[in-house]
């Protein structure tokens, strides 16, 4: 029998771990499995001392692991035990925000993610959708025209959040209509990581005086996307997807960035 000489085994070190690890690593798997859905209740924290067999400090450093990642909600001394969150969007938008905020990424980088989930999501959707998701389309791009409407009449400020929420709605049903729960999840949270951007951008164009105009030519364009999807055309409306953010935030980006968008879009 050969022996495989010192150092090349395959093993790696090993680190310790502590027992809050422990705790925080089962409760986390009962939470991703099912077994405990959002809106249940953890055990009260002297109900997971015993069952755990651990230290109190332990079962509160724990809790505080489980909810920095967003997977509960945990008060001192609630009695009825830490809320389970479970897995969100909103979890996984926040640390987007946070990782476009950083360093190690950015904004054009963010957009340019969303630009090819969105294609993704329209080509599926194109195929899968039913009536009811044509339906709930149409009555957002509606909703969005009634606010490109109120904007450039009476001098009434532009409702940009209504706006935007409506935008927002518009591709969680893209999303949703695709049938893929990981895809919508993801595209969901990259979505909500820029809707802030998008704000931004139109509180500049109405700065400028052009967010009427904005807001109408992005009503147009989520017309067009409903077309192509009802009419199956999955290519046309993954183009229009694309383009639309190019034409959206390139202007607004540095000549490196706009390049960067601009490989997005073939």
């Not at 015993?50 to 809790?63: D, K, M, N």
């Not at 389970?84 to 987007?96: E, F, K, Q, R």
């Not at 909703?143 to 591709?171: E, L, N, V, W």
């Amino acid at each position: 029998m050969s022996v495989d000489p010192p150092g090349r085994t395959g093993f790696q070190p090993v680190r310790p771990v502590r027992a809050y690890q422990r705790v925080a690593e089962q409760i986390e798997e009962r939470i991703l499995a099912g077994q405990l859905p959002p809106g249940s209740r953890l055990p009260a924290e002297r109900e997971l001392v015993r069952q755990f067999e651990v230290g109190r400090s332990t079962i509160r450093e724990a809790l505080r692991v489980l909810q920095s990642a967003g997977l509960i909600r945990s008060r001192p001394g609630d009695p009825l035990g830490a809320e389970v969150l479970g897995v969100s969007p909103d979890t996984l938008s926040h640390a987007l925000g946070r990782l476009a905020r950083s360093h190690l990424s950015g904004p054009a980088e963010l957009i340019q993610f969303r630009m090819v989930l969105d294609a993704e999501s329209y080509r599926l959707a194109a195929r899968l959708h039913t009536d009811d998701d044509l339906r709930r389309l149409t009555e957002l791009v509606d909703r969005m025209a009634d606010c490109a409407q109120a904007a450039g009449s009476g001098g009434t400020p532009p409702d940009t959040h209504a706006f935007s929420q409506a935008d927002a709605g518009f591709h969680r049903v893209v999303a949703e209509a695709s049938g893929n729960a990981l895809l919508a999840l993801c595209a969901r949270a990259v979505h909500d990581a820029v809707v802030d951007a998008i704000e931004r951008t139109l509180q500049h164009a109405r700065d400028a005086g052009g967010a009427a105009e904005r807001m109408h030519h992005s009503t147009r364009h989520h017309r067009l996307v409903v077309e192509a999807l009802g009419s199956r055309d999955g290519a046309r409306a993954a183009r229009l997807g694309r383009q639309a953010l190019f034409d959206s935030y390139s202007p607004h980006m540095s000549p490196q960035d706009r390049a960067r968008l601009r490989a997005a879009l073939d």
